[in-house]
């Protein structure tokens, strides 16, 4: 048995595509809903997922150093792995603007509305619908997708926790990335196979982006199957 990232998969996540129609919003809310910060060199340094999205919104042009003086951050609430998200309120030249970050499908729940054409509309279960089939289509390219949304305050909100702020967002969209695979993995899960040996890859990753992933390095072969941790827990020695 094998974790994924960083010992099947290299430790560096890049952004590769994203779904939605004003992409410059959509790599601001990232970078300023990161702490990732660049170094002397101009690469971001900080937790992988949040230097792909710095270095993403940097090649656009949307330099951190700048953007956050720009739009300087007054409070936020951060990332925790129940409500998988995290916000960032910011001082938008005199406005109070709010970006939230997280798994596309918690963050749909949360939006009243979405962003189209420099325009809120409502949202509907048909744009969910929508949503969620381009965020599938993503994951079975073996990609990571992580969602943003905005929220506009009249004045600054009564406090920063994630009760008070995530709710009535407004969805951006979101972001395709990946962990590209270490190149000797390969030769390692052939040779295991070759000896008898059968290899399990264990990640907390979307189950279609593990599948898609588990496939490339062939550890999940023809009538193989994936599984969930909620599907493990209720399986027998023998059945696993």
């Given at each position: 048995?094998?974790?994924?990232?960083?010992?099947?998969?290299?430790?560096?996540?890049?952004?590769?595509?994203?779904?939605?129609?004003?992409?410059?919003?959509?790599?601001?809310?990232?970078?300023?809903?990161?702490?990732?910060?660049?170094?002397?060199?101009?690469?971001?340094?900080?937790?992988?997922?949040?230097?792909?999205?710095?270095?993403?919104?940097?090649?656009?042009?949307?330099?951190?150093?700048?953007?956050?003086?720009?739009?300087?951050?007054?409070?936020?609430?951060?990332?925790?792995?129940?409500?998988?998200?995290?916000?960032?309120?910011?001082?938008?030249?005199?406005?109070?603007?709010?970006?939230?970050?997280?798994?596309?499908?918690?963050?749909?729940?949360?939006?009243?509305?979405?962003?189209?054409?420099?325009?809120?509309?409502?949202?509907?279960?048909?744009?969910?619908?929508?949503?969620?089939?381009?965020?599938?289509?993503?994951?079975?390219?073996?990609?990571?997708?992580?969602?943003?949304?905005?929220?506009?305050?009249?004045?600054?909100?009564?406090?920063?926790?994630a009760e008070t702020l995530e709710h009535?967002?407004?969805?951006?969209?979101?972001?395709?990335?990946?962990?590209?695979?270490?190149?000797?993995?390969?030769?390692?899960?052939?040779?295991?196979?070759?000896?008898?040996?059968?290899?399990?890859?264990?990640?907390?990753?979307?189950?279609?982006?593990?599948?898609?992933?588990?496939?490339?390095?062939?550890?999940?072969?023809?009538?193989?199957?994936?599984?969930?941790?909620?599907?493990?827990?209720?399986?027998?020695?023998?059945?696993?």
């Amino acid at each position: 048995c094998s974790d994924k990232t960083g010992t099947l998969t290299q430790n560096k996540m890049t952004v590769v595509d994203h779904w939605g129609g004003d992409e410059k919003l959509l790599a601001l809310g990232m970078s300023l809903c990161s702490d990732a910060e660049p170094d002397d060199s101009g690469n971001a340094v900080g937790e992988p997922t949040e230097c792909a999205l710095v270095n993403y919104a940097s090649s656009l042009g949307l330099k951190k150093p700048e953007i956050t003086d720009e739009f300087p951050r007054i409070g936020e609430a951060p990332f925790d792995s129940m409500r998988k998200m995290m916000s960032t309120v910011h001082n938008e030249n005199g406005r109070t603007v709010q970006y939230t970050k997280g798994a596309t499908e918690m963050l749909l729940e949360r939006c009243s509305g979405y962003w189209y054409e420099g325009k809120i509309l409502p949202i509907t279960e048909e744009y969910k619908e929508n949503v969620r089939r381009h965020a599938k289509e993503f994951a079975d390219r073996a990609l990571r997708v992580l969602g943003a949304a905005f929220r506009l305050w009249d004045g600054v909100p009564a406090d920063y926790e994630a009760e008070t702020l995530e709710h009535d967002l407004v969805f951006i969209g979101f972001l395709g990335m990946i962990y590209p695979c270490r190149p000797e993995v390969y030769g390692a899960i052939r040779e295991c196979r070759e000896a008898g040996i059968r290899p399990i890859m264990i990640t907390g990753d979307h189950i279609d982006t593990a599948v898609a992933i588990a496939k490339e390095l062939d550890i999940l072969q023809p009538g193989d199957n994936a599984i969930t941790g909620a599907q493990l827990d209720q399986m027998t020695d023998e059945e696993f």
